[in-house]
């Protein structure tokens, strides 16, 4: 299977990350979202990405926009009618991504693959709301992408084996390592992450520490490269809310209950980094917490 043109639904953090990587690997990317304004400011993110990569000396202007002119907005859903694989990085919300497929499979060439981005839902029930569910798969990135080494790659249990050859070879061309996870709530790197992040939000409500006190003791008493609750907003507070979702209704165990206080900052449309503010407020020069 030949992938030479890589359709991409949702233009935000992830999708713009995706296309961003793809990209570079010499795909040609056409990126798709609600509206051309959303398109466009992902594009211009990725822009600013690149940019960041060239003034650090990590990447060739040459190089840099010989990968942007790779990119082109896709306003239209059927625009991305030739696509080879499309991955869906849009909300992760299961009712979305359901219409997503809905609209979109009867516009794909028939051998497209179909891949998604989700965090957590089952690959085996979203495959199952497509036309084809043997060429479905998880694809699922880190943040940010084109940082983040490791890709977790999800059969779902439809995905036939020439749809995973695909997939792998997809991410293996883009100099991701790959990490083969079953197809179980939030897979491998969430399942494990988002409880602590979750337990970290309960940290904060009981009182145990402040903002401040619970994401130093985790920099400098494990080692983590970022406190739970700065990397929480990074990931986006409506996100971690679905994950601890998923694996609460997904698992059926207590231990996954979503901590109040997350879900009252969703409420508030406090969603971390990409809103302006969640445990942090990110509106002035520097992040000041919020508790
Ligand atoms: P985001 O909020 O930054 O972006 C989501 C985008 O989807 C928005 O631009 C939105 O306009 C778009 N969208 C919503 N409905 C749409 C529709 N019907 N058609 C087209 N576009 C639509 O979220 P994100 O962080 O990029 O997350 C996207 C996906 O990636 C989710 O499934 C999430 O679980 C997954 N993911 C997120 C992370 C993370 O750290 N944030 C990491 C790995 C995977």
């Not at 794909?108 to 709301?129: D, K, Y």
């Not at 880190?142 to 084996?161: C, Q, S, W, Y």
């Not at 903002?211 to 986006?236: C, R, S, W, Y």
């Not at 679905?242 to 207590?254: K, R, W």
């Amino acid at each position: 299977m030949k992938i030479e043109t890589v359709g991409i639904v949702g233009a935000g953090q992830m999708g713009g990350g995706i296309a961003h990587v793809s990209a570079m690997a010499g795909y040609k990317v056409l990126l798709y979202d609600l509206s051309p304004e959303r398109i466009e400011k992902g594009i211009a993110t990725i822009s600013g990405n690149m940019a960041r990569q060239v003034s650090s000396g990590k990447l060739d202007d040459k190089v840099r926009q010989d990968a942007l002119a790779k990119i082109s907005a896709a306003p239209e859903m059927q625009d991305l009618a030739g696509a080879d694989l499309v991955i869906e990085a849009a909300t992760e919300d299961e009712t979305i991504k359901r219409k997503i497929y809905a609209q979109l499979c009867p516009k794909l060439n028939p051998e497209a693959v179909l891949a998604t981005n989700t965090s957590s839902i089952s690959i085996t029930r979203l495959a199952a709301q497509t036309d084809r569910p043997e060429r479905f798969i998880g694809i699922h990135f880190m943040n940010p992408v084109p940082v983040m080494k490791l890709v977790e790659v999800v059969r779902g249990i439809a995905t036939e084996d020439v749809t995973f050859e695909a997939a792998k070879a997809f991410v293996n061309s883009l100099d991701k390592t790959i990490t083969v996870a079953e197809d179980f709530p939030a897979f491998i790197v969430n399942r494990i992450l988002l409880p602590m992040i979750n337990e970290a939000i309960y940290t904060l409500y009981e009182g145990v520490g402040t903002v401040e006190a619970i994401d130093t003791a985790m920099k400098l008493g494990a080692n983590h490269p970022m406190g739970p609750l700065q990397l929480a907003d990074f990931i986006g507070l409506d996100t971690c809310l679905s994950i601890m979702q998923v694996l609460h209704d997904g698992l059926s165990d207590s231990k996954y209950r979503p901590c109040p206080l997350l879900v009252k900052y969703v409420e508030a449309g406090w969603l971390g980094r990409k809103a302006g503010r969640g445990f942090y407020d990110y509106r002035g020069e520097h992040p000041v917490p919020t508790r």
